[in-house]
């Protein structure tokens, strides 16, 4: 069955530092790969999503991943960031077109000033 | 520009006693979906519904029940409610199924079971 490995569960960083939050996805023949953020107490929205075609996926809010597919890695980058990308960030993976989501264990995000 | 809404947005209930959870979606989605989220576990789905007039177990089903009621309303029910189910339960919705149809959610549950 498909897994997804999120390394961190928590990542502290200051505001305008880079950040990057590591995802992992075990390994299968086709594999649509997801971020979705949940601020506090809030629902999940949709960050950016890699179907197919660039590796490289820009999504809302300056962030952007990379699909990896020899690393089975799709980890998610911001140059900058801002106190208010303080959020829990999950990865997400459906396998085959028709699947349902796997989720992530989630990253903390927390940016400090 | 509702979206999903889910109710309540907070319960507190006793071991052993039963309750419904609400939601209902205003995007004409034809598939529909429960999730449930704990501490470090990130969220698992309970039950699916890929259009109207189906439902499906997920990774997590048992000690709950769904119904779609129709094409906006996805319910979840605990029949017999157990600390083991002290959650916070996620409806979403999304156009179908699969990699190409984006889930929206809800703002969320807050359930705890005495």
């Known amino acids: 069955a498909q897994s997804v490995t999120q390394l961190d569960s928590q990542v502290p960083v200051f505001e305008e530092a880079p950040v990057e939050l590591r995802c992992n996805y075990s390994?299968?023949?086709?594999?649509?790969l997801f971020w979705y953020v949940q601020y506090p107490n809030q629902g999940l929205q949709l960050l950016l999503k890699?179907?197919?075609?660039?590796?490289l996926v820009k999504g809302i809010n300056g962030f952007e991943a990379e699909f990896n597919k020899s690393q089975t890695s799709f980890h998610l980058r911001k140059p900058s960031v801002h106190i208010s990308d303080t959020a829990e960030y999950f990865c997400?993976?459906?396998?085959?077109?028709?699947?349902?989501?796997?989720f992530g264990k989630g990253t903390k995000l927390s940016v400090k000033p | 520009n509702a979206g999903v809404t889910q109710t309540p947005k907070f319960q507190v209930l006793k071991t052993g006693q039963s309750m419904t959870l609400q939601c209902a979606q205003d995007m004409n989605h034809n598939s529909m979906y429960w999730y449930r989220q704990d501490p470090g576990m990130g969220l698992r789905l309970i039950y699916y519904?890929?259009?109207?007039?189906?439902?499906d177990k997920g990774e997590v089903p048992n000690g709950y029940n769904v119904s779609r009621l129709n094409k906006r309303e996805f319910s979840l029910r605990l029949e017999s409610a157990a600390p083991s189910q002290t959650s916070v339960y996620f409806c979403a919705s999304s156009a179908g199924q699969g990699a190409k149809n984006i889930q929206y959610f809800g703002a969320g549950t807050r359930l705890s079971v005495l």
């Open positions: 890699y179907l197919s075609g660039s590796t």
């Open positions: 997400a993976v459906i396998e085959g077109s028709q699947g349902n989501l796997i």
């Open positions: 390994s299968s023949v086709s594999v649509y």
């Open positions: 519904s890929a259009s109207e007039g189906t439902t």
